[in-house]
């Protein structure tokens, strides 16, 4: 059974950086596909990044551009680099495995959810 951890969240101020990381449990290896969505209350969830199986990373929604995925095997790690960070980034921000090799954007087809780390940008 996959775990995800989520950690790296906090407060910045406009026009700030952040890096997100996500870990797999010590028992088990990173999932082949990993994206990060994030959530504000009373919305859905929407997708990010995401890194597939071949190490192909691609960023979407209103963060493209901003955000640069990344995956380190030996470390079981997924990072993700948020740099000039605005007031509507504040969200908590959650990291999604999947088996397949693709990446997806839905939020049902992936399996594994971490707890989320939350990530508020103050003007």
């Known amino acids: 059974h996959v775990q995800l951890v989520e950690s790296g969240g906090g407060s910045v101020h406009t026009g700030g950086s952040l890096t997100l990381s996500c870990v797999a449990s010590s028992d088990t290896s990173l999932p082949n596909t990993v994206a990060w969505f994030r959530q504000v209350p009373r919305k859905g969830r929407e997708a990010v990044a995401c890194i597939n199986g071949f190490s192909t990373a691609f960023s979407t929604g209103d963060m493209d551009g901003r955000v640069t995925i990344s995956r380190d095997e030996i470390n079981k790690i997924v990072y993700l680099q948020m740099t000039d960070l605005e007031p509507e980034d504040s969200a908590m921000y959650y990291c999604?495995?999947?088996?397949?090799?693709?990446?997806?954007?839905?939020?049902?087809?992936?399996?594994?959810w971490g707890q989320g780390t939350q990530v508020t940008v103050s003007s």
């Open positions: 999604a495995g999947r088996d397949g090799l693709s990446c997806v954007y839905g939020v049902g087809d992936f399996t594994y």
